[in-house]
Nanobody
Framework: QVQLVESGGGLVQSGGSLRLSCAASGRTFNRYAMAWFRQTPGKERECVAAISWSSGRIYYADSVKGRFTISRDNAKNTVYLQMNSLKPEDTATYSC?????????????????WGQGTQVTVSS
């Protein structure tokens, strides 16, 4: 069982930056692929970034490439999402997810554990 807790969301102006953190419980964090998904009302959940358990594979959605960076610190059981050059269309609830021994898939059905989410609002 893995519990995930996100933090770092908030209100930021267009062009600004935020760093989201997702802290995981348990002693086997390094066995899990981690991903960040976002969702807005009326839209499908979208994977914005994912990192495999070995950090050997990283995925970014086209909409965030060059602006967002996913990273993980296995010593701290934490995965991060650095978001730069934020746009109003990045406004969403961002959730982290974990997939044991995963390859860093962008498909939500691959992930077994989910956090509650943190709201990111980008004003124009």
């Amino acid at each position: 069982q893995v519990q995930l807790v996100e933090s770092g969301g908030g209100l930021v102006q267009s062009g600004g930056s935020l760093r989201l953190s997702c802290a995981a419980s348990g002693r086997t964090f390094n066995r899990y692929a981690m991903a960040w998904f976002r969702q807005t009302p009326g839209k499908e959940r979208e994977c914005v970034a994912a990192i495999s358990w070995s950090s050997g594979r990283i995925y970014y959605a086209d909409s965030v490439k060059g602006r967002f960076t996913i990273s993980r610190d296995n010593a701290k059981n934490t995965v991060y999402l650095q978001m730069n050059s934020l746009k109003p269309e990045d406004t969403a609830t961002y959730s982290c997810a974990a997939d044991e021994l995963g390859s860093g898939s962008s498909r939500s059905r691959e992930y077994d554990y989910w956090g509650q989410g943190t709201q990111v609002t980008v004003s124009s």
